[in-house]
């Protein structure tokens, strides 16, 4: 999956902007099982994956200082921003062939990353539930896609994948 998108003849960052796009479609349907009943403040008041790792919000913009939110309130931020992203022409254009901004991949890299903590957290705080919902296999073939396409193209720091680091290697063996 190594920049298979230069290897077929796509531009590359219309590989990358549609992959994102399907991870991320991919995820929050994935999430939406768990949220509001599942994950909520109460259950799940700090946004983690496992004791070791926290993970504050911030978008740079509206919130430039990292702030503590519980786990729902997180993900909604980082969905909303993400929906933000992709909705931007600028920085997703919505044509194919259009120019993308020179700071695309860096973009792509800070969702799929941010991405991952959800990931992280349904894996170490949800995944009894999702067993039990049977949704298991589903979530194990989306988190494989996601994770042999951003490594294989180099999009997340291997330091950022520490929490699932165990289950990564077996996916990757």
């Given at each position: 999956?190594a ?9 590359l960052?219309e590989w ?6 399907f991870?991320y479609?991919?995820?929050t349907i994935?999430?939406?099982v768990?949220d ?5 403040a109460?259950?799940c008041?700090v ?5 070791q ?5 911030a978008?740079g913009?509206?919130v430039k200082?990292?702030i503590k939110?519980s786990a729902p309130a997180?993900?909604?931020?980082l969905f909303?921003?993400v929906?933000?992203?992709l ?5 997703f254009p919505?044509?194919y062939?259009?120019a993308f901004?020179?700071?695309f991949t860096s973009?792509?890299?800070?969702i ?10 349904i894996?170490h705080s949800?995944?009894?539930?999702m067993v ?12 494989k ?6 490594k ?6 291997d330091r950022?994948?520490?929490?699932l680091?165990e289950?990564?290697?077996k996916i990757?063996r």
């Open positions: 999956m920049a298979a998108g230069s290897k077929t003849g796509e531009d960052n990358l902007a549609v992959n994102t796009v991870f479609n991919t995820l994935l999430y939406q768990l509001e009943t599942l994950c909520t109460q259950r008041p946004m983690s994956a496992g004791p790792y926290e993970y504050l919000w978008d913009v509206r200082t990292p939110l997180y993900v909604n931020a909303d921003w929906e933000e992203q909705d931007n022409p600028a920085v919505q044509r062939g259009a901004a020179k700071d973009t792509v890299k800070a799929l990353r941010r991405l991952f903590r959800v990931y992280a957290h894996y949800h995944f009894r539930q039990r919902l049977e949704l298991e296999p589903h979530l194990n073939t989306c988190f896609h996601f994770v042999l396409f951003t294989g193209n180099k999009l997340i720091d950022e994948l520490a929490p680091k289950l990564i290697d990757t």
